[in-house]
């Protein structure tokens, strides 16, 4: 009797292997569905081991593929959503600088795409460029506008609390238990580090480990793992670029300056820096993350800031880390598991997740239960990749 009850209770409808942002939306979404969740976590909440930790994550409408521009008008109000429910800060608008050479493909497709889909913008010309952004030097032949919907979210205060709403439905989040093995068949069974548990369905969220933990179930998917510089820049007069007197986050499209993007937010969460970040890095194995020492993105930006940015320190001041998981188009993955339908997966987010958890978990709920996805997903598709390794289970 004692075993039986004992095993009844480790049975749940869903489990979801990862508590990041992605991971923790989903099971908030179950739960608000009245599903018995059970989150699991390697790590010791809160962690800065993943992709997800940090104080803050930009969130905007301009994209250079109207889908994601779509998926962004709902997500904003699934952010306010929130918000509302925790009565918590998680948005703060700032508005978002675009810039890049003019003529650049990036460039026209993020001013296409807001044009397009009527978002507010303001274009701005090398006239009255200064007057409205003092202190960015813009380049000669790059174009400029704002995307005034932008703005920041608060990414640890966010996880905070999108977990303590999960739990508050009455959704299990256990931490410290790592997932070992997962056994695929109409109830999955997944073993931790500390137990073992049944579910009707399974979501993998599990970011830059996502291949390890998939490894359970037969297959691999084409994910680079990339260590990124989070960058902090001293201002040289304190609050020039600051979140109070208006200066907006940017992005810098690829161009001369670089092969990818260089993005920054207004200082804010550490008094007088302001974070800038190369949208790119080099390859990692996430167990092993700081043995990456490669540097050459903070070189970019260092030229990039001495020649833009004259109000800063061309030297970062404070170096963090965090951690990519990139598919070779950049766009997510978000599918049932090739051989398992009860088996779902949510990886890939290539950098650029943070802003979409709302939605995210929103859809990766909607294939758990088998409902239609409020989007089209065929840009997410695994079938799109040549190379899924199947692996012996
Ligand atoms: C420097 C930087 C800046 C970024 N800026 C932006 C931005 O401005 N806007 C934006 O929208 N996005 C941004 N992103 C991207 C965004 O943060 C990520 O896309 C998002 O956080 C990915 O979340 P995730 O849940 O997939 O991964 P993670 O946060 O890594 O979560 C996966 C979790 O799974 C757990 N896990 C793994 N394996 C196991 C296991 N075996 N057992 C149990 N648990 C396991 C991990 O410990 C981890 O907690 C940025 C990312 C970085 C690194």
Not at 82 to 111: C, D, H, N, W
Not at 164 to 179: T, Y
Not at 278 to 300: A, E, F, L, M, V
Request: charged share 25%; aromatic share 10%; net charge neutral.
């Amino acid at each position: 009797m004692a075993d039986t009850e004992k095993t009844k209770k480790k049975v749940y409808d869903f489990i979801v292997v990862g508590a990041g942002v992605q991971g923790s939306f989903t099971a908030y979404q179950l739960a608000k569905k009245k599903k018995k969740t059970l989150l699991i976590e390697q790590f010791t909440l809160p962690h800065t081991r993943g992709s997800s930790h940090g104080q803050t994550r930009m969130i905007r409408k301009a994209y250079e593929q109207d889908l994601y521009t779509h998926m962004m008008d709902e997500g904003y109000g699934l952010w306010a959503t929130l918000e509302r429910e925790a009565g918590v800060t998680l948005y703060r608008r700032t508005g978002l600088l675009v810039m890049g050479p003019e003529k650049s493909q990036s460039y026209i497709g993020f001013k296409n795409s807001l044009e397009k889909n009527q978002i507010p913008m303001v274009v701005l010309t090398p006239d009255n460029f200064h007057q409205h952004i003092p202190n960015v030097v813009l380049a000669d032949g790059d174009g400029a506008f704002v995307d005034t919907t932008a703005g920041i979210l608060y990414a640890d205060r966010a996880l905070k609390v999108v977990q303590g709403q999960f739990e508050k439905l009455g959704g299990v989040l256990k931490d410290q238990e790592k997932v070992t093995d997962i056994k695929p068949g109409p109830m999955v069974t997944v073993t931790t580090s500390a137990g073992v548990y049944q579910a009707k369905g399974v979501v993998i969220t599990a970011g830059p480990w996502a291949n390890k933990v998939l490894l359970h179930t037969g297959i691999q998917l084409p994910l680079q793992v990339v260590k990124i510089n989070v960058c902090y820049w001293k201002e040289k007069v304190e609050d020039t670029y600051h979140v109070k007197k208006r200066f907006p986050c940017f992005l810098l499209c690829e161009g001369e300056e670089a092969k990818d993007h260089i993005y920054g937010l207004p200082s804010n969460e550490y008094p007088g820096l302001m974070k800038i970040c190369y949208h790119s890095g080099s390859q990692t194995d996430p167990d092993q993350r700081d043995k990456q020492t490669d540097k050459s993105d903070i070189d970019i930006l260092r030229r990039y800031i001495t020649k833009h940015l004259p109000g800063l320190i061309p030297e970062p001041a404070v170096v963090e880390s965090c951690m990519y998981t990139v598919t070779p188009d950049h766009h997510f993955v978000l599918d049932c598991h090739p051989a398992y339908d009860n088996i779902v997966i949510g990886a890939g987010f290539s950098g650029h997740g943070f802003k979409f958890g709302p939605i995210i978990g929103k859809l990766l709920c909607e294939l758990s239960l088998g409902e239609v996805p409020s989007y089209d997903l065929s840009p997410f598709r695994i079938a799109r990749f040549q190379t899924i390794i199947k692996s012996p289970l």
